[in-house]
């Protein structure tokens, strides 16, 4: 969560603010940016899976280029498994909240970037004194969406990881623990309905935190 907030909140803004724009063959890089969100979650882990194998595509790139003398662990090593499942949420989510923005976006008066512009700002200073305050309940709402959706990540790290979560289950997210643990009758439910309630609670934390942001932004 803490990697993907900001990363979900700036990206997908800047890039909304990149298609808006009405340049030859933007609507096929809008269609492109969109596709990894219709995509099924598992298949596009898989494809990830595939390509972040020892002998997979960015392994032979990395080998052919000289940057790497032997297979990088993406897929085995604790933390570059994490930051794989992290650029692969963030990959699959960069079209989905850019839509959101592109609406938001929409709603921005045009008629104050042409006074600012008037008045002399710049490209940076419309962006900081218009769009940004035109999006910010946007930018919260998109805040809140992606502190559950991380909290709750499950297929990510399960299907990179094979369901071992990986090496010694160190990386295995809340959900996998509890879907390993209330899966079949091996007498731990009691310690997954634990674990649901704790999930409940460490997600009801952002969510109050972003409400009563948006209060003082009101």
Known sequence: MLVCLPLLTVLPLLLALLVQRRIPGITFFRTAFYTPVIASAVVVALIWGWV???RGLANGLLQQAGLAGSPVAFLTDRWLLL????ALTVWKGLGYYMVIYLSALANVPRELHEAAAVDGAGPLHRFWHVTLPGVRP??????ALISVSSLRVFSELYVLS????????????VVMLIQMYSRGFNGHLGYAS????LLFVVTLGPMLFL?????KAA
């Open 162 to 173: 094979n369901g071992l979560g990986g090496p010694g289950g160190r990386d295995m997210s």
């Open 194 to 197: 634990a674990l649901s309630l």
């Open 52 to 54: 972040l194998d020892e």
């Open 211 to 215: 409400m009563r942001l948006n209060r």
């Open 138 to 143: 946007t930018m919260i709402l998109i805040s």
């Open 83 to 86: 930051f794989s499942a992290i």
